[in-house]
């Protein structure tokens, strides 16, 4: 089983939960939106959602 | 199980690391030209390649020595020189097809890799996993393993796509 | 043993060379590489000197440690006296040049006078000599590493050189080494150019002992691991440095078009992951490290196929991108490529070209001045190998832009034009957004080399890291999380300070340091490596002290020949007048405030022990054994 994916909001910098394969995420906390990237099972933050 | 020395030339970074701690092991110091293993770095420096003894089951360099001085130990898998017989003719090291026997100049006698007693140094600080040293048997087992994620990945990805 | 490394002395005036011994108080007292050049810059140049006459002088070397089993102990220093800010000029390289200098014998080599025909210097077990390098000026900086290799029979040979941009005395000039090993700034490089000095070859056999061996290996062992497990490591191995932009970018804290906006809105197609699908071909590492952070790149198809290098940095992804509005992989590698041919330092030229190409927009320039260039924004791309060219060889347009910030401003003529050229104390900004980021814009502020984040950048002070984490490594608070804050930022500097100052100075990488991650090796553990191999006892305190007393005389060096004191150590107007226009809530609309930044300018002076105007007291160069500069110990 892959483990739960987390990032820290870079705005507000609380934990994020990032569903797998997710290719945005919302931070539940500042409402920032963010694009997502993949490699392999590892999420991290490609750049800003576009307004 | 006899283990063997393993190159993954892909993984290798060519930061030349084995080489230095190789002579600080066996010289005491750090010195890349006294090292038992040599990375190969083609023109472009995009090519990188260990070259080290390869422990040949039929070594050449066995066959040609005029003293017997070379000769196989079969405990840890490996070609060991006798220095009370090597004259440092240096024929060993024109017939060994991997360009993996070095001449100490200082010594001045031959030089190979003759695993460090069953532990080699070079693996543990290979930062990639380029060198790694591994039960016979089990020798391309990491390799096989790699391939067939890769395939796996691959035609996952085809399926996923190919999906309505 | 790396005490036993001699340094040599070239007068490129007469052809003599002298080699000898370094005195153990040197050692002491600077350690090697980055220190010790200071000492020797600061008692060598005839102060008030021009920089590009002959009284000029240039150090090469290698750390303490250089060549020996510390891991990534292959970095390289050159200094001067900069010929962009007429202060201490200083550039740093990784690759495997100053290992190779050291196994010939060598840690430290000094260049006085100018030679009166192209030279280069050949330095082999012991050897140092002097060879003719006319057949060489005017090739690239690849050619010139091949040739001399096939000239001197040995493929194993490593080479330092520079390439037409020096010898056409392009003000921001550099050294390099390998495909794209750079020394890139403050124009060392420039200075090699006026001495006719072209390259460096070394190639050794001479060992570099350990006084305790297996202890050496084992502390090797434990460092490396101390390393390769931390998070960045695994990024930077990955990814490169281009990690960074992903959150740089992401939050807004990046220059765009010069000044005109903090993120790139069009990112998608700048992105590591779209250089990985398209263009890796490799990763590479610099001499004994194990983090490999080094890509290579080829380009497959199109006009540009068969092109090939290592690289691409952060700083590649915005110098050659972002900052000048470029967002697309193939401009951006080939510009990479070309100032690694001609041999300039790609952040200058950014930013001077990034200048020009705003004052363009606003009509401050016409096409009168830059000799029928049309500078808009939207041809940039195309634009940039011509502009690359031109630097490097003067020609038009190409010869303002390569006379780096305070002179082109000059020779232009146009008082209103001054204040879009983003500097400090003349060397061009970086590609970072400091104005959320006290702690950043402090440390560029004050930099020793001009604006720069490698002297004091405390990245880790954006990960909004636990204050007591960052109190552990900042030896004390107070501390805050924020990275918007104000509070004990001064203190991250000033600690950052010594951090670089001893890393440059035994010659392993700033990588691993705390400049990325909190748990990387400090002053403890290169204690105990010097100890191993060097038989040298210093305590954690003492390497402090090291590091302080080399960023001392480096200030003093800016003092006596720059005339660089509290003026000069401001962030430029833009950052105090201009709101952020972009970005994260939490950058956006924020400025530099003036007076907290004297505070904090204060408080850093304060802790280094200098006067309102940032000049070290007389009992603080007493305390640091600088009170006797110069002192002509070698």
């Known amino acids: 089983m892959a483990e739960e994916q987390k990032v820290r909001c870079l705005n507000c910098f609380v934990r994020i939960t990032v569903p797998p394969k997710a290719q945005k995420l919302t931070c539940p906390n500042c409402g920032v939106e963010y694009v997502m990237a993949w490699r392999g099972s590892q999420a991290k933050i490609a750049g800003p959602a576009k307004k | 199980m006899q283990k063997m020395l393993i190159v993954d030339t892909e993984k290798c970074t060519g930061c030349r690391f084995c080489e230095v701690v190789c002579s600080v092991k066996h010289e005491r110091g750090s010195n890349p030209s006294k090292a038992r293993i040599h990375i190969s770095k083609l023109e472009d420096e995009r090519i990188l390649v260990p070259i080290v003894c390869s422990q040949c089951e039929e070594a050449p360099c066995i066959v040609v020595c005029p003293t017997h001085a070379r000769s196989r130990e079969e405990q840890i898998g490996r070609v060991l020189v006798d220095y009370d017989r090597c004259i440092g003719c240096k024929i060993c090291m024109a017939v060994c097809p991997f360009g993996a026997i070095s001449f100490d100049w200082e010594a001045k006698r031959i030089i190979s890799c003759n695993l460090c007693d069953g532990d080699p140094t070079c693996v543990k600080f290979c930062a990639t996993q380029a060198l790694q040293y591994v039960d016979v048997t089990a020798a391309n087992r990491k390799r096989q393993k790699e391939v067939a994620a890769k395939l796996n990945e691959s035609r996952r990805e085809f399926v996923e796509s190919s999906m309505p | 043993m790396p005490l036993t490394r001699k340094i040599a002395f070239i007068d490129l005036s007469s052809g003599k060379i002298r080699k000898e011994p370094i005195p153990k108080q040197l050692r002491q007292l600077y ?75 060598f840690h430290h080599l000094v260049f ?62 550099n050294v390099r080494t390998g495909l794209k090993n750079t ?25 570099v002992g350990n006084k305790y061996p297996q202890e050496a290996l084992d502390y090797a062992q434990k460092w490396q691991r101390q390393v390769v497990d931390t998070k960045v490591a695994e990024a930077l191995g990955y990814d490169g440095t281009m990690f960074i932009w992903n959150v740089t970018n992401t939050v807004g804290l990046l220059r765009y078009r010069n000044f005109i906006f903090n993120q790139l809105e069009d990112w998608e197609n ?31 198809e199109g006009p540009l196929a068969g092109l090939y290098g290592e690289g691409p940095e952060y700083n590649t992804q915005m110098c050659m991108g972002g900052l000048l509005g470029i967002t697309d992989w193939e401009s951006v590698l080939h510009g990479s490529h070309l100032v690694d041919k001609y041999g300039f330092d790609m952040a200058e030229f950014a930013n001077i070209a990034a200048w020009a190409f705003e004052i363009y927009e606003k009509g401050i320039i016409n096409e009168k001045d830059t000799g029928g260039l049309k500078l808009q924004w939207a041809d940039a791309g195309h634009l940039l190998p011509q502009l690359l060219e031109m ?46 980021t006290p702690a950043l814009a402090l440390g560029v502020a004050t930099s020793s080399r001009g604006c720069d984040h490698l002297r004091s950048r405390p990245a880790i002070d954006l990960l909004h890291l636990p204050e007591k984490v960052l109190e ?77 007393r080399v960023y001392t005389l480096e200030r003093m060096f800016n003092y006596r020949e720059a005339k660089h004191t509290r003026k000069d150590d401001y962030v430029p107007e833009r950052y105090f007048a201009e709101p952020v226009p972009g970005g994260f809530p939490i950058v956006k609309g924020r400025r530099l405030e003036r007076e907290k930044f004297d505070e904090m300018l204060d408080e850093y002076y304060a802790l280094h022990g200098w006067d309102k105007e940032g000049i070290p007291t007389k009992e603080t160069l007493e305390k640091l054994g600088l009170s006797k500069e110069p002192s002509h110990i070698i």
């Not at chain 3, 060879?131 to 029979?153: N, P, V, Y």
């Not at chain 3, 500097?493 to 670089?500: G, L, T």
């Open chain 3, 391 to 436: 630097v490097a060889y003067r020609k038009g347009f190409g010869d303002l832009l390569a006379e780096g910030p305070l002179r082109a401003l000059k020779r232009l003529g146009k008082p209103e034009a001054e204040y879009y050229l983003l500097h400090i104390k003349g060397l061009g900004n970086m590609i970072s957004d400091e104005r959320p």
């Open chain 3, 112 to 173: 006085t006078g100018k030679a009166d025909k192209p030279v280069y210097l050949w330095v082999h077990n012991g050897e140092v000599e002097l060879r003719d390098a006319r057949h060489l000026w005017g090739k690239d900086c690849f050619e010139t590493q091949k040739l001399i290799r096939e000239e001197l029979g040995d493929e194993e040979i490593q080479v330092m050189c520079v390439g037409q941009a020096a010898e056409n005395l392009v003000r921001f000039a």
């Open chain 3, 183 to 207: 020394g890139g700034r403050t124009g060392v490089g420039c200075v090699w150019g006026s001495k006719n000095l072209k390259a460096i070859a070394a190639r050794g056999t001479m060992g």
């Open chain 3, 31 to 105: 350690l090697g590489g980055r220190g010790l050049d200071a000492y020797l810059l600061y008692n060598y140049i005839k102060p008030g000197c021009d920089p590009l006459a002959p009284e000029n002088v240039i150090t090469v070397s290698g750390g303490l440690l250089c060549g020996s089993v510390a891991p990534a102990a292959g970095r390289c220093h050159s200094g001067t006296k900069s010929p962009l800010t007429n202060g201490f000029g200083s550039s740093n390289m990784g690759g495997f040049f100053s290992p190779e200098m050291t196994f010939a014998g």
């Open chain 3, 472 to 548: 552990e490594v900042f030896d004390g608070g107070p501390m805050d999380s924020n990275f918007t804050s104000y509070v004990g930022k001064a203190k991250e500097i000033w600690v950052m300070e010594r951090v670089f100052s001893v890393v440059d100075s035994i010659g392993t990488c700033k990588f691993q340091t705390v400049f990325f991650s909190p748990h990387m090796p400090k002053f403890e553990e290169w204690a105990k490596m010097i100890y191993y191999i060097t038989g040298m006892e210093f305590t954690p305190q003492e390497l402090r002290d090291i590091g302080e």
């Open chain 3, 270 to 300: 700048l992105t590591v992951e779209k250089f990985h699908e398209k263009y890796h071909a490799g990763v590479v590492g610099c001499f004994g490290c194990p983090i490999h952070c080094r890509h290579q790149w080829r380009i497959k």
